[in-house]
């Protein structure tokens, strides 16, 4: 693409030097719970209207929909997911603590120009199948938020236990449950405060959580002996 014309060049340099990208998305089809929280976000609806609006390889993006989503795409080698969602938890709470806002003033020195590049009939095939193998990526994802309101991580900090720890034996106990086996849980760990150290990836299965699966899922044991089991489950998790 860079050598089929200036123009190309200029803008491949422009995308290239920009410290982040701001993706204005049109508007999509919303119809669920999906739809509604991470359809946009990560694949760009889901029937890909903002498909071509997505800038994978900036560290980056942020994202604002015509409905009002907004969001956070980045790439995890460069930055830490725990200080994202730290930034987002800032973001979140101080817009909720604002009853509104007032404009900056700030204005910019230069008026946002549209990037116009040069496509070749070549190009535009490219472009054709990437969008149709996007399609079968989007199409093979399947992804939901839910909220859940009952109680939250200071209740189960009140208990003495690591909510972390807690919420990996839920889904250990939610997969067992489904599958009458042990999942291979995945979980990612930080290793930022040590020379050198980024993320490191732990395997939350043990022979405690296998037992509390078990224990639990067993119509004669008592809540006694559950509450025992999750325990030394969280205990093993959090150690580990």
């Known amino acids: 693409m860079v050598a089929f014309g200036p123009k190309n060049a200029a803008c491949v340099e422009a995308i290239q030097k920009a410290a982040l990208v701001v993706c204005l998305d049109r508007e999509v089809d919303t119809t669920g719970p999906y ?18 609006n997505r800038w994978n390889d900036k560290t980056l ?41 007032d404009p900056s003033g700030v204005v910019m020195d230069e008026t ?11 190009m535009m095939q490219d472009i054709d199948n990437a969008k149709h193998f996007h399609s079968r990526l989007r199409e093979d994802v399947d ?14 900090k009140s208990l003495g236990m690591s909510p972390d720890s807690y ?18 849980l995945h979980e990612s760990v930080s290793l930022r405060n040590f020379l050198y150290g980024r993320t490191e990836g732990v395997r939350g ?8 699966c078990k224990v639990f899922e067993s119509p004669s044991a008592s809540m006694e002996e559950k ?12 150690r580990d």
Not at 112 to 122: G, I, K
């Open 35 to 52: 739809e509604e929280s991470c359809g946009p976000m990560f694949v760009g609806g889901t029937k890909g209207e903002n498909e071509g």
């Open 61 to 101: 993006q942020f994202i604002v929909g015509r409905e009002g989503h907004s969001g956070i795409m980045f790439v995890h080698s460069p930055m830490d997911s725990s200080l994202v969602a730290t930034l987002l938890d800032h973001c979140y709470d101080y817009m909720k603590s604002r009853e509104h806002f």
């Open 112 to 122: 946002p120009r549209r990037l116009q590049f040069e496509l070749s009939s070549e």
């Open 143 to 156: 992804q939901v938020i839910y909220k859940f309101p009952d109680y939250g991580k200071d209740f189960i």
């Open 167 to 184: 919420v990996q034996m839920a889904f250990q106990l939610a997969y067992h449950k489904m599958n009458k086996a042990p999942g291979l």
């Open 205 to 212: 299965s043990s022979t405690e959580s296998l037992s509390f």
């Open 227 to 238: 509450e025992i089991s999750l325990r030394r489950a969280v205990t093993k998790h959090k």
